[in-house]
Nanobody
Framework: QVQLVESGGGLVQAGGSLRLSCAAS????????MGWFRQAPGKEREFVAG????????DYADSVKGRFTISRDNTKNTVYLQMNSLKPEDTAVYYC?????????????????WGQGTQVTVSS
């Protein structure tokens, strides 16, 4: 069992930065692939970034590549999403998720643990 709690969302102006955190409980965290997803009103939940269990492999959606950075600290059971150069189209509820698969994965259906989400709003 893995329980996930996101934090760090808020309101920011375009061009600004935010750092999201996802604190995990459960002894399987260090072995889990982790991902960040987001869902805007009226849209499907979409992949943002993923990281493998060791942190050595990362993957990003094209829309955030070069602006967002995913990282993890297994000693603190925490995964982070550093978001720079934010745009109004980044506005969404951001979720972290955990998956037992090896490597990074974009498919939301292979993530079996989800946080409650944190709102990110970027004003123009």
């Amino acid at each position: 069992q893995v329980q996930l709690v996101e934090s760090g969302g808020g309101l920011v102006q375009a061009g600004g930065s935010l750092r999201l955190s996802c604190a995990a409980s459960g002894r399987t965290f260090s072995g889990a692939a982790m991902g960040w997803f987001r869902q805007a009103p009226g849209k499907e939940r979409e992949f943002v970034a993923g990281i493998n269990w060791s942190g050595e492999s990362t993957d990003y959606a094209d829309s955030v590549k070069g602006r967002f950075t995913i990282s993890r600290d297994n000693t603190k059971n925490t995964v982070y999403l550093q978001m720079n150069s934010l745009k109004p189209e980044d506005t969404a509820v951001y979720y972290c998720a955990a998956s037992p698969v090896v490597g990074t994965v974009r498919n939301k259906y292979v993530y079996n643990y989800w946080g409650q989400g944190t709102q990110v709003t970027v004003s123009s």
